[in-house]
């Protein structure tokens, strides 16, 4: 967390509250699930939510479902008739995550896919309109470019955990944890691709935001 807590404090409470469902999804994971910090949560799921909502896109791809709090975020602003696909490895928290889809109202909406994302990826057709990366970092470049001809001109990839504690800083800092040094070629790899812009955010744990500018 980089931010100073007296100022996420006042942040949380000037922010629009959270649902009814992601209240008991957020309570839910954390009583009953590993691994809880995996949960996009309040703050970056209004983040989330107000993004869709800009965009509003037709075709949103998730990698990386974890109990479903940032696909329900992500439908908030998606075109009627519109589609997220979600891909998780995870088939123990399917029925968790689709029950919450039920209570969301969105589970037509949803293509769940379980498996390894890179497999399940070329089977996913584009456009996208937005993208969310939030699954193992030691992947990411390999998401990126499996991703990257699919997303439209004008389209966003959200990338998280891309400061990392800040184990990202130097390869000092991120010392023997392959994902940290994943991450920093990952950051890199991003800020010098010409097809895109992007900006990141000292949000909880780093949020990339980079739009598609050039085919």
């Keep these: 967390m980089f931010t100073d807590p007296q100022a996420e404090k006042y942040s949380i409470a000037h922010t629009t509250e959270e649902s009814t469902v992601l209240k008991k999804l957020n309570r839910e994971t954390h009583a009953k699930i590993l691994k809880a910090r995996m949960l996009s949560g309040h703050m970056q799921g209004k983040l989330l939510e107000m993004i869709s909502c800009m965009l509003q896109p037709s075709v949103v791809l998730e990698i990386g479902t974890y109990t479903g709090y940032s696909a329900i975020c992500l439908s908030k602003g998606l075109a009627k008739g519109g589609t997220i696909h979600t891909i998780d490895h995870n088939e123990e928290l399917e029925d968790f995550s ?40 030691e992947n990411y470049i390999a998401y990126y ?22 184990k990202v800083f ?45 085919d």
């Design 98 to 137: 689709r029950s919450f889809f039920r209570d969301a109202g969105i589970e037509d909406s949803i293509e769940y896919h379980i498996g390894e994302a890179l497999e399940v990826l070329p089977s996913i057709n584009g456009p996208f309109d937005l993208v969310f990366l939030d699954a193992d970092k």
């Design 145 to 166: 470019d499996e991703v990257i001809d699919k997303v439209r001109r004008g389209g966003v990839i959200l990338a998280d955990n891309v400061l990392w504690s800040g």
């Design 170 to 214: 130097s390869e000092e800092a991120a010392g023997n944890d392959p994902e940290a040094h994943a991450l920093i070629q990952f950051n890199g790899y991003v800020h010098n691709d010409p097809r895109v812009e992007n900006l990141m955010l000292p949000f909880r744990d780093g949020l990339s935001i980079i739009r598609k500018i050039v």
